[in-house]
T-cell receptor
Framework: DTEVTQTPKHLVMGMTNKKSLKCEQH?????MYWYKQKAKKPPELMFV???????INESVPSRFSPECPNSSLLNLHLHALQPEDSALYLC???????????FGEGSWLTVV | GQNIDQPTEMTATEGAIVQINCTYQ??????LFWYQQHAGEAPTFLSY????GLEEKGRFSSFLSRSKGYSYLLLKELQMKDSASYLC????????????FGRGTSLIVHP
């Protein structure tokens, strides 16, 4: 069972709002990822957590703040976003680095 | 740096065979993934090639030539539901083996 669950599926937020995207996996995977995907573009890596520690931050603006409360959960806290941040945000996990990455269904974010 | 190239769009007929190519130029190479992504959905894993050669999995096969920096995904007996974007992604050692995605190939299957 390769399942990564993301909530909410859709989120509309204002530029002054604070919201969070949530991701959960129960496959015992030790690496978790956030990707951002714009229409007709490939997924772009934002953050990687390995063994609950942030291992990669791809120069993402501080208005995006990741959090890994435990090995099964990954959050992305959003604050003061811009309309250009509207995109599909994909969470993914893998057994470890170099293993197959499995994606969740994504959270569609619209910033108004 | 990494340069991954795929055709932007391809069309094919139901029941036919289609080959989607991916070429890459990377500073180091570990393996190559293929993912399928239907519109509005998340990418789903299709294959992972590390060694040269062809790997077959049902109607889908993936080929890799490390010396040529080249891979292809072969889809046989095309079905309408195969209409999707196909993403090639390369991993390299010396760090975290995180895949970097090509821009994807939009495949349209028509009757």
């Amino acid at each position: 069972d390769t399942e990564v669950t993301q909530t909410p599926k859709h989120l509309v937020m204002g530029m002054t709002n604070k919201k969070s995207l949530k991701c959960e996996q129960h496959m015992g995977h030790r690496a978790m990822y956030w990707y951002k995907q714009k229409a007709k573009k490939p997924p772009e890596l934002m953050f990687v957590y390995s063994y609950e520690k942030l291992s990669i931050n791809e120069s993402v603006p501080s208005r995006f703040s990741p959090e890994c409360p435990n090995s099964s959960l990954l959050n992305l806290h959003l604050h003061a976003l811009q309309p250009e941040d509207s995109a599909l945000y994909l969470c993914a996990s893998s057994q470890g680095s170099g293993n197959t990455i499995y994606f969740g269904e994504g959270s569609w974010l619209t910033v108004v | 740096g990494q340069n991954i190239d795929q055709p932007t769009e391809m069309t094919a007929t139901e029941g036919a065979i289609v080959q989607i190519n991916c070429t890459y130029q990377t500073s180091g190479f570990n393996g190559l993934f293929w993912y399928q992504q239907h519109a509005g959905e998340a990418p789903t894993f299709l294959s992972y090639n590390v060694l040269d050669g062809l790997e077959e999995k049902g109607r889908f096969s993936s080929f890799l030539s490390r010396s040529k920096g080249y891979s292809y995904l072969l889809l046989k007996e095309l079905q309408m539901k195969d209409s999707a974007s196909y993403l090639c992604a390369v991993t390299k050692p010396g760090g975290s083996y995180i895949p970097t995605f090509g821009r994807g190939t939009s495949l349209i299957v028509h009757p």
